[in-house]
Structure formats: structure tokens, C-alpha cells
């Protein structure tokens, strides 16, 4: 039993990345798929790809982009979480990086949580 995905997630992200690796594969959830989402829309990943091989065994299929990814930092932890309202939005390298919220409406990245004025849990880190 895995105690928290989403750092998993960045994990496997961070360590293929370092690797030089094209794609990785991770095992999927709905949580998973909205934080390659808004990697995708942010332009740290190419894309991404939820394969289902059977009814139990569903992954994401993640294409890296080379040199678009330094660095990811998970914030909000299972024993300890991090909640921002929208205008103590974090800013990460300077407004060079993005940091990954988890609002009422959704997973977003915290430009569009502050330009729709939405706090909520900031998930990770990105640069």
C-alpha cells in the first residue's frame, strides 16, 4: 500500500527526468492525471496518456520534454498539509516556476488559482 502517490508521482517524474528518459509509466489515478495535466498545460511535459491494459490495470504514459524540467518539491504532505488562500499564492524561482493547487474547482496552477481568486492545498512545486 503506497502512502502517497503524488509524491510517488514526482518521484518517478524527478528520477526519469534525471535519467534522460523519453516517457515514464505511472500507475494511474484521477489526482495523477490533473497534476500531468496541469504539467502539460504549464509546458514541463509533452504529454500524457491514460492506457488502460486491463479493468484493474490502468497507467499514465508520460512524455518528458528534454531540459524543461529542473526541479519538482512536493509541499503539502499526508501529515502535514500546506492550505494558501489567493493572495498568499506562493511564488516559486521568482514567477519562473509554478506551484500546483488544489481548489474547489479543481487542480490548477497558481497563476489561474490567483486569477480566478481561489485559494486552496498547494500541492507541489515546479521549475
Known amino acids: 500500500m503506497m502512502t502517497d502517490p503524488i509524491s510517488d508521482l514526482l518521484t518517478r517524474i524527478r528520477n526519469a527526468n534525471k535519467a534522460g ?73 521568482s514567477g519562473l516556476g509554478v506551484s500546483i493547487v488544489s481548489t474547489s474547482s479543481g487542480l490548477m496552477s497558481s497563476r489561474k488559482a490567483k486569477a480566478m481568486k481561489l485559494g486552496g492545498e498547494v500541492i507541489a512545486n515546479v521549475w
Open 21 to 93: 528518459l523519453d516517457k515514464v509509466e505511472i500507475p494511474a489515478s484521477k489526482i495523477k492525471a490533473g497534476v500531468c495535466k496541469v504539467l502539460k498545460d504549464e509546458g514541463f511535459i509533452k504529454s500524457f496518456k491514460i492506457i488502460a491494459k486491463g479493468p484493474a490495470d490502468i497507467t499514465i504514459k508520460v512524455a518528458l520534454k528534454e531540459g524543461a524540467l529542473v526541479g519538482l518539491e512536493r509541499v503539502s504532505k499526508p501529515g502535514l498539509r500546506v492550505y494558501k488562500g489567493y493572495t498568499d499564492m506562493p511564488r516559486v524561482l
